[in-house]
């Protein structure tokens, strides 16, 4: 019988770049997919607003306030609401919008065109906080005057239970 030749042992080096250059990758990754994009989200003091068990991420949109007093965007006082309907601003109630509303509305959605200002790049849309208690109709005619500015979608703000 012929007898084998013995190996040598040699000493091994592990090459530690490859897998740093995986585990920096995975960690990348993992950070961007669990990104969240706050947006300062001030409440009205004289705002209740409705209870909700959704979850949805909160994403960039254009604040509009309706309070039982004045109607804000971005918190500016646009209108004034007194017995729930508006006060000293004009309503078209053919085309069923608020004036002032629609034309702010609208020079947001001329800026939003020519720069990119949504960070995400997603559709703009509008975050609505209203009152518990604000009626049906004006909030109905806040919508109708968003959706004819070019604004069609919302997001209610709700208090999660």
Known sequence: ???????????????????????????????????????????????????????????????????????????????KVKNGKFAGVKVDKDKKRVTPLFNLLKKFKDIESREKVNPTGDETVISLQADKNTSFEIMDLVMKTSAQAGYPNFRFVVLKK
């Open 1 to 79: 019988m012929k007898k084998g030749k013995r190996v040598k042992a040699e000493i091994m080096n592990l090459n530690l770049t490859s897998m740093m250059d995986m585990f920096t990758i995975i960690l990348v990754f993992l950070i961007f997919s669990f990104s969240k994009q706050d947006q300062n989200l001030k409440l009205d003091p004289d705002l209740t607003l409705p209870e909700s068990t959704a979850a949805i991420e909160f994403k960039w949109a254009i604040n509009v306030n309706l309070t039982p007093t004045e109607l804000r965007v971005e918190g500016n006082t646009i209108a």
